[in-house]
């Protein structure tokens, strides 16, 4: 996927208006997260840092805005046969507690090496685990075999306009929170995450610098944004499991939206962890 053909082609998939109508779906809802900061850490830095701290959202991450935004916009015949995901963890426990909240099941495939708190997460709000390889050409084979048993609908963990969209509302938040932040650095994955943050940030204030975060073992980002199309690896290098997801043609199109997006992508070492 040539990310210039797809920008020519003005093929994005959420912007301002869609987040901020995310935002009023799924508000009683969610947590509006707190930011928190460290004279600590601002010493450290030489400026001044803030963290939204999503890991106080329900279900522990970010992901439950997108899975609540993608799983409260369906109607009550979409929603009937439940959805169906494949995720490493957050993805999926998040599908699960917006399912569950729906009151649809949620299946949920999950490569076999995911961590076992993860899993856990999954089974106790709800969703039916069903095992599949670690490649993500594995995943997304059992997921469409689901699809087709089920009738369920797919809700992507972040190729999917649904998704950026409730993402980007921590944008609105944050923004309404510390009006003066100027950066905002984002981790990438899949892209759902960065793309939803740097739609809203930058439709809100155009100057703010968007800069990229991802583990030097799992570098496609950089790499895609280099080369001006998707790059997969033939194997990630990182303990971050959230972080070894590929860009979809949705999030690369939202991401090289710009040049003026993504300024710039820091690749930091995060190598598996090691025993003695």
């Known amino acids: 996927m040539e990310v210039t053909n797809k920008l020519e082609s003005g093929n994005y998939a959420a912007d ?22 460290s004279e600590t850490l601002n010493s450290i830095a030489g400026r001044k840092l803030f963290f939204k701290c999503e890991c106080f959202q329900k279900g522990g991450a970010f992901k439950f805005r997108g899975a609540c935004n993608a799983i409260f916009s369906l109607k009550d015949e979409q929603a ?15 599908v699960s507690l917006a399912a569950k909240l729906r ?18 997460n999954v089974r106790r709000y709800g969703g039916n685990v069903i095992w599949s390889e670690a490649t993500m050409k594995s995943r997304e084979s059992v997921a469409q075999n689901v699809l087709q048993e089920t009738g369920a609908v797919l809700v992507h963990p972040f190729n999917d306009g649904r998704i950026i969209s409730g993402q980007g509302t921590i944008s609105l938040e944050l923004l309404e929170q510390i009006p003066e932040i100027d950066t905002i650095i984002v981790p990438i994955s899949g892209g759902g995450l960065i793309s939803g943050v740097a739609l809203a ?5 155009p100057k703010i610098r968007i800069l990229a975060a991802e583990p030097r073992g799992a570098n496609d980002a950089a790499l895609s944004m280099a080369a001006g199309k998707i790059v997969t690896l033939p194997q990630t290098d990182t303990i971050a499991d959230g972080l070894r997801a590929f860009l979809g043609d949705l999030t690369c199109v939202n991401i090289a939206q710009a040049s ?17």
């Open 260 to 276: 003026v997006m993504v300024e710039h992508v820091i690749v930091k070492a995060l190598s598996p962890r090691t025993t003695s």
């Open 201 to 205: 940030a930058k439709s809100i204030n």
């Open 103 to 120: 009151g649809i099941p949620a299946y949920i495939v999950i490569p076999k090496n995911a961590p076992k708190c993860k899993v856990e």
């Open 16 to 37: 301002l208006s869609s987040i901020k109508e995310a935002q009023e779906r799924i508000n009683s809802v969610i947590h509006k997260t707190p930011v928190l900061t």
């Open 80 to 94: 009937a046969n439940g959805v169906v995901t494949h995720s490493s963890g957050n993805h999926a426990a998040a």
